[in-house]
């Protein structure tokens, strides 16, 4: 190479080259990152700063609404929700802006510190950088810092209006007016002047819209009984022997219950879709002005709340069908009650619509303060003049006053309301009123729905139905698959209890609808305890995603069994193996997918998977080995509580199943604490694993000098005949062996409930005593060969060849003892000297 120094330095030259032109790209990006790269990043800090501000601009303007709207609850209500609105928009703000500062910092990292004095200078385009890289960092913490800043002052500005709002509700409860000013003549003149502005406003109205709008209101009230036909006469057709039912026996509780329940709501319903179609329509056709607007909505509520109230009466007191009451007071005193309750929610529902019309006509205060006073006292008078019926009537004819506890309550109420009206306490007086009409009815008719889920829920309870009944005729499932839907049933109608009347109860103790709205939008977006932020919608999303992957499991283990394995002629036990092994990989599957759909972090869950690993490791096998036996017996059910089992030694009905262990009652009634491992490792017979169906024997002897045949006719009767025995599968007889002491037969028959065999062999047995000594048959009592008093016969020989070695070794025997005799001592026979 020194001898081609020429052709030395062309290479080195090519090799610099080369080395420049694969560094360019990482230099280029290390130096100079791209412009316009560079200024879409720098436009998103920009965004954010102006979304701030305009954030900033709205939190101003509701803080001043605040301070003028401070006795308008409703408008209190309208700014929260605002305000809920503005501060996710600020946490938003603050999110977007962390991807960008993530980047800086990263990149900062990369570039790494400015070189410290004394060091070679770095280069120029690296520390500008830096610099606008710090600059921007500046620039983002500052508006995070205004974001959480923001988030905060509109923490303070919804506490403010809670608080507000808790002084207004505190005031009217607390409030004392001067009844002098209420009852001065003023007040009657007050009081025909609304009502005549009230009928000169609906006049008005009504004159307009038949003249010009008669129309659309004919349309629209068309519909809208169009909407509530529909919806009565489809409830009719599904639940018309719930509503009306035409039966005059005795109903069940759970019939009882249900007819209550849709009773009251089905009409109510419809009475609702009614109002609210008129209400749509007229409003959509432009028939409704502003006034007119709010009477009719008001109206329509009161309407609606009379009816419901009156409909709940009549059906929990049910004074003309007194078989289908729930409470058990006497049909006259049923009417009173009846009377009594729908006059209380009528003087309530007129009490509320004349306080909006007062709003509306801008009535003095003096009038309103009459009004509440009035409708406070009736209501008291009212709950008094219920305390005092005498709902009861005993054997003898004499009548019975309610329970203490409830009598007193009522005298209560109605006292409290009256005296707190008399003492010009007409806010508090008004407030109890309003809360026993409609809150009261609210809670009845929810504690009715609540019975009646657990009716339907309870073991049983869905099959004895109207729709479990249809469902066991109509289909093939089984009893213990209408539990199941029973309890399915069960779960759906509380949850729609809830949901439907815990927001209704909310409202009426002084709870607005944004209220609601904001709490539902809380639940929806998470709530944060902590680190940890629990989100019921990811939750109910997981619980979604793994049903969904449950039964897209089962179908494709049904598929795959009956569609595949079968037509492959696959054997039956690898057909099964793969059918669970199939069955419990999707299971997991689905678990885990709905896991990760419920936003949990399945790395959170290393740490319990090693926890659990140590505890396995240092001695707890057998803890875990139980429970997992408990979650296999959980999941597989191979028996539930109540089912007769038989483990070992122990036999008993299952009373209670636990991760650990499975608690037994025994016939004795003794608990016997099994461990679920021995439950799943050992062998397990279940008398009621799908049903109770089950056979049971009874064992009978007959003499052998008896007529078998006779014996086997009277033993067949017998056994069709008990009430309890099932006609199919048919009892019979079995002839099952000729026994040392007596013919020997066998007495098969199935039973609905096997835990009644006792009684039923009870019953046979006693039935057979009798039947045999009409018939004259005999039933030995001693074995066969001591009556006869027959020689038993020797034994046949097991063994001929040990037998003869036995015989030959008993000669040789004697012969030897023979020989071993002295000579004058053996006697033989003497010789015939004759």
């Not at 959509?284 to 607007?293: A, K, S």
């Not at 089992?645 to 262990?661: E, L, M, Q």
């Not at 099932?726 to 066998?746: I, W």
Request: proline share 4%; aromatic share 8%; charged share 20%.
């Amino acid at each position: 190479m020194s001898r081609f120094p020429l052709f030395r330095a062309v290479l080195h030259m090519l090799l610099v080259v080369l080395a420049v032109a694969y560094a360019a790209p990482a230099l280029a990006q290390t130096a100079a990152p791209p412009q316009a790269s560079g200024q879409a990043k720098v436009a998103i800090v920009a965004e954010q700063q102006n979304v701030l501000q305009g954030l900033t601009a709205k939190v101003n303007d509701l803080e001043k609404q605040i301070g003028q709207n401070k006795d308008d609850d409703d408008k209190l209500v309208d700014i929260r929700l605002k305000l809920d609105g503005l501060s996710q928009e600020a946490l938003q703000s603050a999110l977007a802006l962390r991807p960008r500062m993530a980047e800086i910092n990263k990149r900062i990292e990369q570039i790494g510190p400015a070189p410290a004095s004394g060091q070679p200078a770095e280069p120029e385009i690296v520390s500008h950088e830096r610099q606008t890289l710090t600059s921007e960092k500046a620039e983002i913490n500052a508006a995070i810092a205004t974001a959480q800043a923001l988030s905060v002052r509109i923490g303070n500005l919804i506490n403010e209006v809670a608080t507000t709002r808790s002084d207004l509700f505190r005031n009217l409860l607390t409030r004392r007016y001067a009844l002098t000013d209420a009852f001065s003549g003023q007040v009657l003149s007050d009081a025909q002047a609304g009502f005549s502005s009230l009928y000169k406003a609906i006049s008005s109205w009504l004159s307009f819209a038949l003249k010009y709008k008669a129309q659309p209101m004919l349309l629209a009230t068309m519909m809208a009984l169009l909407a509530a036909f529909v919806l009565m006469f489809g409830g009719r057709r599904i639940f018309g022997r719930l509503i009306d039912p035409t039966r005059t026996e005795a109903p069940s509780y759970l019939s009882r219950l249900s007819r209550t329940f849709w009773s009251t709501l089905l009409p109510t319903m419809a009475l609702g879709v009614f109002f609210s179609a008129t209400y749509f329509f007229y409003d959509y056709y432009g028939v409704l002005r502003g006034d007119i607007r709010t009477f009719l909505a008001t109206a329509m509520t009161v309407i609606g709340l009379v009816f419901c109230v009156n409909r709940l009466a009549n059906a929990a007191l049910s004074p003309a069908r007194p078989q289908w009451r729930l409470i058990p007071v006497e049909p006259e005193a049923g009417r009173w009650l009846v009377r009594l309750t729908t006059a209380m929610a009528l003087v309530i529902g007129v009490s509320s619509f004349l306080a909006i019309v007062n709003n509306q006509m801008s009535a003095p205060l003096s009038l309103t303060v009459a009004r509440s006073f009035l409708a406070a006292v009736i209501v008291g008078i009212l709950l008094v003049l219920m305390g005092m019926v005498k709902p009861f009537r005993t054997k003898e004819g004499e009548w019975r006053r309610w329970p203490v506890w409830l009598r007193t309550s009522a005298y209560g109420l109605g006292a409290f309301t009256i005296g707190a009206a008399l003492l010009g306490y007409i806010g508090l007086a008004t407030f109890v009123s309003l809360q026993v009409v409609v809150t009261g009815t609210i809670l009845l008719t929810a504690y009715i729905g609540l019975l009646s889920a657990r009716a339907i829920g309870a073991e049983g309870g869905f099959g004895n139905s109207f729709v479990g009944r249809w469902l066991a005729e109509n289909s093939s499932l089984e009893e213990n698959t209408l539990d199941q839907l029973g309890l399915v049933a069960s779960i759906a109608l509380n949850v729609l209890i809830v949901l439907i009347f815990l927001p209704l109860i909310l409202m009426m103790w002084g709870f607005q609808p944004g209220d609601i709205q904001a709490w539902g939008y809380r639940l929806a977006t998470g709530i944060t305890i902590g680190s940890v932020t629990i989100s019921f919608t990811g939750i109910l999303s997981g619980i979604v995603v793994f049903i969904i992957g449950y039964f897209l499991t089962r179908w494709f283990q049904g598929w795959l069994d009956g569609s595949v394995m079968a037509r492959g002629k696959v054997d039956t036990g690898v057909r099964n193996s793969i059918r669970l092994a199939v069955g419990y990989a999707g299971v997991a599957l689905a678990g885990l997918v709905g896991v990760s759909a419920a936003g949990i972090d399945l790395s959170n869950l290393a740490l319990v998977a090693g926890a659990l690993s140590l505890g396995i490791g240092f001695g707890l096998q057998n803890v875990v080995s139980n429970f997992v036996s408990g979650l296999i017996l959980l999941a597989e059910r191979p028996f539930k509580v109540g089912d007769w089992i038989v483990t070992g030694d122990v036999s008993g009905i299952v009373k209670k199943i636990s991760v650990r262990a499975t608690e037994v009652e025994t016939f004795q009634r003794q608990s016997m604490i099994l461990p679920n491992s021995s439950l799943i490792n050992g062998a397990l017979g279940n008398w009621t694993h799908r049903n109770k169906l089950g056979r049971m024997e009874i064992k009978v002897g007959v003499a052998y000098d008896s007529d078998a045949q006779k014996a086997h006719a009277v033993l067949t009767e017998i056994a069709r005949g008990h009430p309890m025995v099932l006609k199919n599968p048919e009892p019979f007889v079995q002839f099952t062996n000729f026994g040392p002491a007596a013919l020997e037969f066998e007495v098969r028959v199935f039973l609905a409930d096997i835990t009644n065999g006792g009684s039923v062999q009870n019953d046979i047995r006693f039935a057979i005593l009798d039947a045999f000594d009409r018939e004259g048959i005999a039933i030995p009592s001693t074995v066969r060969s001591m009556v006869e008093k027959k020689p038993a016969l020797e034994p046949w020989p097991a063994d001929d060849d040990r037998t003869e070695i036995e015989a030959a070794e008993q000669e040789q025997a004697k012969a030897e003892a023979a020989r071993r005799q002295p000579k004058g001592r053996r006697r033989g026979p003497k010789p015939d000297r004759g």
